[in-house]
């Protein structure tokens, strides 16, 4: 089984940035077989919704909500995704979760593994 522990999250004014990381820690082998990881959120009376993802070659894929604001990355070595959250809007008001998948991670079904959640929340 795979682990994912989200750390960041916060208080920030609209314009701030945050940066949020999420490591994965379990079952070395799961941990192997992990092809990409991301970033999901899901807003107050609102459906969980992509936001990121990267694969383990660096390809990422981004909401058009936040491209050009917010960027992942990532560390094979140290199981580990970052992102970077520039130019925060009170829209990006939301419990951010980390995701992996064994698969490309696809907007359309939900990925293998969550990570608990850190809550983001932006004033005006």
């Known amino acids: 089984q795979v682990l994912l522990v989200e750390s960041g999250g916060g208080l920030v004014q609209a314009g701030g940035s945050l940066r949020l990381s999420c490591g994965a820690s379990?079952?070395?082998?799961?941990?192997?077989?992990?092809?990409?990881m991301g970033w999901y959120r899901q807003a107050p009376g609102k459906q969980r919704e992509f936001v990121t993802t990267?694969?383990?070659?660096?390809?990422?894929n981004y909401a058009d909500s936040v491209k050009g604001r917010f960027t992942i990355s990532r560390d094979n070595a140290k199981n580990t995704v970052s992102l970077q959250m520039n130019s925060l809007k009170p829209a990006d008001t939301a419990v951010y979760y980390c995701?992996?998948?064994?698969?490309?991670?696809?907007?359309?079904?939900?990925?293998?593994?969550w990570g608990q959640g850190t809550q983001v929340t932006v004033s005006s």
């Open positions: 379990g079952n070395i082998f799961s941990i192997s077989r992990i092809k990409s």
């Open positions: 995701a992996a998948d064994l698969n490309n991670m696809l907007p359309t079904r939900p990925p293998d593994y």
């Open positions: 990267i694969s383990r070659g660096g390809l990422t």
